[in-house]
């Protein structure tokens, strides 16, 4: 494996990154390597519901066309009055 020198790293940063990777429970360069693997080399299951919608829903539905409902005003509301009987 090969190492990686990282210069004029800013000490905020640095903070950071501990943090980050106390809140992981792993040690820094772990933290380090674990952000650079989600930048570089994404999974393919990431939006795996968008990639289905794409290749399942789009196919079966672009050729349906729907008739959109005609809106209405809703109904007046009630009145609840001793006066109004």
């Known amino acids: 494996m090969t190492t990686l020198t990282v210069h004029n790293f800013d000490a905020a940063m640095e903070k950071q990154l501990q943090i980050n990777a106390k809140q992981h429970n792993c040690s820094t360069e772990e933290e380090v ?7 570089l080399l994404p999974t393919k299951q990431k939006n795996f519901g968008s990639q289905l919608h794409k290749k399942i829903v ?3 539905t672009s050729n349906i066309e729907l008739e959109t409902p005609k809106r209405s005003l809703p109904r007046t509301a009630p009145v609840f009055s001793e006066n109004n009987q």
């Open 33 to 39: 390597y674990r952000i650079l693997k989600k930048a």
């Open 58 to 60: 789009t196919e079966l």
